[in-house]
């Protein structure tokens, strides 16, 4: 049977998205220039992003939820998307896990302020993939934000359960202490057979400074890419940036992909660019294009994120994503 859908597991959030003039000394003020809320977390922000794109496969969500006012937002803001959340878990009692996201008007920098809630319950069996599904890939994420699974070993075991039911394995990360991530994702990238990250996230863990002075370097990305392989991740490396992605296969395979131009006026916020990158990646390896290709839908669904200061609001089709970005042209490699 040819296998066909993604299950999408890990951390959910209440995304509470404040557009600030800028970003305040100590004792200062800054202003508040609206506030959104929506779901978020890399899984759910993923599985929206998918749906967007416009997957015909199946997806699944597994997470877990309060009880709470926000418990019900979140899930009610998921469901926005079209998503079913009858595989959410809700844990009586607690509080629902939510993030006070600063997205900087001036900058369009992000800042977050995070309440981990019903994420630090979280076990392996609220996440596990289920043993009938016919999935092709299952991501998870993230190590560092659920301390029942970071101190047990969790996400190895879920990759492992995953591989074992004959899913291809790919993993997101959440900007937590690069400490963290050095502890943490090691242990992973061998039961890891895709693996993309951001600049900071491919620094943390290879040492690797793929940004210096805040632009990507190519010959750096190339090579955390490559370190990321050598450290067992068994398929597909990838790093991304806002100036384009990098991506190393285990066959040799080297794909550079500048971002997509978007004019500032367009940006309303960069919550979840990344997320919606690896959207369109997972989009692009379901169906089994070709490496340039999933980079280059990755880089138009997060230039189409943008549009919103939510994370997957603003995602169109897969092929108004590709149009948007010809239309608007690719930055310079």
């Not at 003020?29 to 978020?40: H, N």
């Not at 199946?58 to 939820?65: D, E, F, G, K, N």
């Not at 600063?102 to 995070?114: L, P």
Request: charged content about 20%.
């Amino acid at each position: 049977m040819t296998k066909s859908g993604i299950v999408l597991a890990g951390i959910m959030v209440l995304d509470i998205v404040h557009i600030i003039d800028h970003w305040p000394a100590e004792e200062t003020l800054a202003f508040i220039d609206r506030t959104e809320m929506a779901a978020g977390g890399p899984p759910h922000n993923a599985a929206a992003g998918l749906l967007k794109l416009g997957a015909d496969f199946p997806v699944t969500l597994l997470a877990t939820s309060g009880s709470d006012v926000y418990g019900a937002t979140m899930l009610a803001s998921a469901r926005g998307y079209g998503l079913d959340t009858s595989h959410v878990s809700v844990i009586s009692g607690a509080v629902t896990s939510h993030t006070h996201v600063m997205s900087c008007r001036d900058t369009g920098r992000r800042t977050f302020f995070a309440q981990l809630g019903c994420n630090n319950l979280m076990r392996v069996e609220h996440l596990m993939p289920p043993e009938n599904s016919n999935a092709k890939l299952y991501y998870l994420g993230s190590p560092g934000t659920a301390r029942d699974l970071d101190r047990n070993d969790g996400w190895q075991t879920l990759l492992r359960a995953a591989k074992d039911r004959g899913m291809k394995t790919c993993m997101e990360l959440c900007p937590v202490p690069a400490s963290d991530l050095r502890k943490l994702v090691p242990h992973c990238l061998p039961l890891c057979d895709v693996f993309v990250v951001n600049d900071y996230e491919a620094a943390s863990i290879t040492g690797v400074d793929v940004a210096p002075r805040v632009r990507l370097s190519w010959d750096a990305a190339e090579e955390a890419c490559r370190k990321l392989l050598v450290m067992g991740v068994t398929e597909l490396a990838c790093v991304h940036h806002p100036d384009g992605a990098v991506a190393v296969t285990r066959n040799g395979e080297v794909s550079k992909r500048p971002s997509v131009r978007v004019d500032q006026s367009e940006i309303a916020g960069a919550t979840g660019a990344g997320d919606a990158f690896y959207a369109g990646m997972l989009f692009g390896l379901h169906e089994d294009w070709p490496l340039e290709r999933c980079l280059d839908l990755g880089n138009a669904a997060a230039a189409t994120s943008l549009h919103s200061p939510t994370t997957s609001a603003g995602i169109r089709p897969w092929a108004e994503c590709l149009a948007y970005a010809k239309e608007k042209g690719l930055r310079s490699t």
